[in-house]
């Protein structure tokens, strides 16, 4: 989502030419065989985001066998107007393709697919489950998030109530608290202390992306070189994506694209059960099969128009 944002402001080919080649690349596709989705929509596009927060400084975030923390389908209209990032909780039950142990289909929260299997059992499993057909794949390393914020000089958040995050101890403050990279890292992370957990976790994930697209499309950085190769180098250097993504095609698809152009999602749940031991997220059947034949039919606009409570600007 860093990625698209940051490219639909990328000041010139040459530029975008350059970050290209810092990018780390995945194989994410040619493991797959068969049972795919298929493409419904020309010139639509479907990106699985995955947000991974190794905290292991300098791991390679391209290697299989870590963790997912947050799952996002960012979904790109055939016109190239409009940007929809619909958010799967990482605990949601779903049926992986094949365990750790290369043995047939077992069900698991849907984070097991990236430890199990690394990016291309991910998306086999996301594919499955929503029924939309994966076109490129981008994989954010978490502690990016605090060079992209420092390169802008901070971002600003609204905050619903004062909240303490019991493991890195800061304090967000009710009102619009102003982030500089350590408190967007501790921002994004926290879950612990938060009235609805995990999905209050989504929801900043949300507020803070959409506060850095704002902060990366206004005036005072595209006005300023240095700011902005900071915030477009930070941006390379903590994304991995797919052999044949193209960051100078995405500046082109994407540059008609603002923040006010962007909608979040998060898939609609029938709430949280126990199974095997362990917490998880049941996805409401129906809501959700419409909601991703929304995307797989570039059908958005119309779903918005049904659900206009998804797109939060403000949260705990």
């Known amino acids: 989502m860093v990625v698209l944002g940051f490219t639909g402001l990328a000041c010139g080919l040459y530029f975008a030419d350059s970050l290209d080649k810092r990018i780390n690349r995945v194989d994410a596709f040619d493991e797959i065989t068969g049972g795919r989705p298929a493409k419904l929509v020309d010139g639509a596009l479907n990106v699985l985001v995955i947000g991974s927060d190794s905290r292991a400084p300098g791991e390679d975030p391209g290697v299989n066998g870590d963790r997912s923390d947050s799952l996002m389908i960012a979904h790109l209209d055939r016109d190239h107007r409009k940007a929809y990032i619909v958010s799967i909780p990482r605990d949601t039950w779903v049926s992986v393709p094949r365990d750790s142990d290369g043995n047939g289909g077992k069900r698991a929260k849907i984070n097991a697919a990236s430890a199990w299997g690394g990016v291309p059992l991910m998306v086999s499993t996301v594919e499955r489950f929503s029924g939309v057909k994966i076109d490129h794949v981008l994989k954010i390393d978490f502690a990016g998030f605090k060079n992209m914020t420092d390169a802008l000089g901070g971002v600003d958040v609204s905050v619903n109530q004062t909240v303490t995050d019991p493991r890195s101890k800061r304090t967000f403050t009710q009102g619009i608290n102003h982030l500089d990279g350590a408190a967007a890292l501790d921002y994004v992370r926290q879950r612990y202390a938060l009235p609805r957990g995990d999905f209050d976790r989504v929801q900043r994930q949300h507020i803070f992306l959409r506060a850095l697209l704002q902060k990366a499309t206004d005036t005072g950085t595209l006005t300023n070189p240095g700011k902005l190769k900071a915030f477009g180098e930070a941006v390379a250097d903590s994304v991995t994506a797919d052999r044949k993504f193209s960051l100078m095609d995405t500046v082109v698809q994407l540059r008609k694209i603002r923040t006010g152009d962007v909608s979040f999602i998060t898939m609609p749940v029938s709430g949280t059960e126990t199974r095997d031991g362990q917490s998880v997220v049941i996805s409401d059947r129906e809501a959700a ?16 128009q049904n659900n206009p409570g998804s797109n939060a600007v403000l949260g705990n």
């Open 289 to 304: 099969g419409k909601l991703f034949r929304a995307v797989a039919r570039d059908d958005m606009a119309e779903w918005l």
